[in-house]
C-alpha cells in the first residue's frame, strides 16, 4: 500500500506461549494459550483472540461514527467483538460476532448504520469472503 496514512508494526516471539511488543512499546504483552486450545490459559495474559477482538471493536465503532456523521446522526455506541477461532480443514479459522447497541436511532436506522459501517470498516473489509461476521444491531 503506497499511500498509506499509518502502519504499525508489532513483533511477537514464542507464539501464543509468547510476548508481543509494538515497535513504540506502547503495546507490551505476555501471551497464553488459552485452557480451551489445550494451553494454561494463565491470568493476566491475552491472547491473539482478544486482540483481534479490540482492534475490530474499536475500529468498528469508529466506522460506525463515521457513516453516522455523514448521514448527520449524533449518536452514542458500543460495539462488542466475539472472536472465536475453530479447527477448519488442516488448519484454523476464525469467526466473529459484532454487538452494536446505538442510542438515539430506530432500530431500522441502526442495522442501516452497521451495514454501512460494515462497508467502510477497514478490519471488516480485510476479512472480507475469509471470515464469517455476525452483525447484531441493538436501537436503545
Do not use: W
Request: hydrophobic share 35%; charged share 25%; aromatic share 4%.
Amino acid at each position: 500500500m503506497s499511500n498509506a496514512l499509518y502502519t504499525a508494526t508489532s513483533t511477537a516471539t514464542g507464539g501464543r506461549q509468547g510476548h508481543v511488543q509494538s515497535s513504540d512499546n506502547v503495546l507490551d504483552l505476555e501471551l497464553t494459550t488459552p485452557k480451551e486450545l489445550g494451553g494454561r490459559g494463565e491470568e493476566g495474559k491475552t491472547n491473539p483472540e482478544q486482540l483481534f477482538s479490540a482492534g475490530y471493536s474499536a475500529c468498528f465503532d469508529s466506522a460506525l461514527q463515521l457513516v453516522a456523521g455523514q448521514a448527520k446522526k449524533k449518536i452514542n455506541s458500543t460495539v462488542s467483538a466475539s472472536v472465536s477461532i475453530a479447527k477448519e480443514g488442516e488448519g484454523f479459522g476464525l469467526a466473529v460476532e459484532l454487538t452494536v447497541e446505538i442510542e438515539n436511532v430506530t432500530q431500522a436506522e441502526a442495522e442501516e448504520l452497521v451495514e454501512k459501517a460494515h462497508k467502510v470498516c477497514p478490519y471488516s473489509r480485510a476479512i472480507n469472503g475469509n471470515v464469517e461476521v455476525k452483525r447484531t444491531a441493538i436501537a436503545k
